[in-house]
């Protein structure tokens, strides 16, 4: 089960969980303060939200071997949405039952991925918005879906302009940088992160990229030239793309994060179920202060009340598959 918990979406996919067995029925998850993203997720919202995405793919599964995962959030308190302390997230207690039936999300663990390539600015069709719509109504977020030509207009310029305010950083931009993958001996090594196949770059492209023009040293040296790539890449994609989606909670807790996660994994699975591809574009949402300027702008562009935290903003439309991102060993998440 942990095996399928693994490849839960996750920012960066830095994979930043840890496990504390306490019997064979029984863990305790935390979050793993090794594999954090703190110029670009400054306040770890996102790695929780990732903490929520693992709980629900975990049950998820747990429902094909014939259990029921019970769960317990902060059984030992819970911490401002500020910091991070050494307390679990949650206590995970699998069950056996008869009762139990196979979630039907399941056959998509396998499947599901964020897809990064360039979309063919299809819109979602009535009954895709109301099978969507459906599934918000058995969340504890809402769910918001805009395709208007305005309204992807204005996405489009805001996500570039976020994207441009991130890496205009160069502490955040090496800090994606050390997430990326240089090449394939990169990706073996470290197994988590993402490279050019993980966005749809393959072949002969993809051969020549990382023979001739991408270096680790070169581009930690100087990474202007990524930065204006990223910058380039969002552009291109956000304008190919005419649905967007985002999920909102009332409140920022630590708690709240943790159940966006979780309902956040259910609309991944279940757009993947739907045949739709689906790529988080998070960087209006980041929480460091040179991006709250911009994202207030956000907010009050699609009237969100100014306490209520948009948690994920999705784009969504048809592309074809990429390569899966790697995961590590489910071993190397276990506390000795």
Request: with cysteine.
């Amino acid at each position: 089960m942990l095996a399928y918990a693994i490849l839960a979406p996750n920012p960066h996919n830095i994979q930043p969980w840890l496990i504390k067995l306490n019997d064979q029925y029984s863990f305790d998850l935390f979050v793993d303060q090794q594999r954090l993203l703190p110029e670009t997720d400054p306040f770890a919202r996102q790695i929780h939200i990732g903490q929520g995405c693992f709980l629900e793919t975990l049950t998820i599964a747990a429902t094909a071997y014939g259990f029921k995962a019970e769960i317990d959030y902060f059984p030992q308190g819970e911490y401002s949405n500020r910091v991070i302390e050494s307390l679990p997230v949650a206590r995970v207690v699998l069950t056996k039952s008869d009762d139990v039936k196979t979630d039907p999300l399941f056959v998509q663990l396998l499947k599901r991925q964020s897809n990064k390539r360039e979309y063919d600015n299809s819109r979602l069709n009535p009954a895709q918005k109301s099978q969507l719509q459906a599934l918000a109504d058995t969340t504890q977020s809402s769910f918001t879906l805009v395709d208007s030509e305005p309204d992807g207009q204005y996405l489009q310029r805001v996500l570039t302009e976020a994207m441009a305010v991130e890496s205009g950083h160069k502490a955040r931009d090496l800090e994606t940088i050390n997430m990326f993958r240089f090449n394939d001996q990169e990706v073996q090594k470290f197994r988590d992160g993402f490279g050019l196949e993980h966005a749809g770059v393959s072949g002969i492209k993809k051969i020549m990229l990382e023979s001739f023009f991408l270096d680790r040293e070169k581009t930690q040296k100087d990474p202007s030239e990524f930065a204006k790539q990223s910058v380039d890449i969002t552009r291109s994609i956000s304008a190919s793309t005419s649905s967007f989606a985002w999920i909102t909670t009332k409140g920022n807790s630590r708690l709240q994060q943790v159940k966006a996660g979780r309902d956040y994994c259910r609309l991944n699975l279940t757009t993947a179920a739907m045949g739709l591809a689906q790529h988080p574009m998070s960087q209006v949402l980041e929480e460091y202060e040179d991006m709250l300027d911009l994202q207030q702008q956000f907010k009050q562009h699609f009237q969100i009340k100014e306490h209520h935290t948009v948690q994920m903003l999705v784009r969504l439309g048809k592309a074809e598959k990429t390569v899966h991102t790697p995961r590590r060993l489910v071993s190397s998440l276990v506390l000795g």
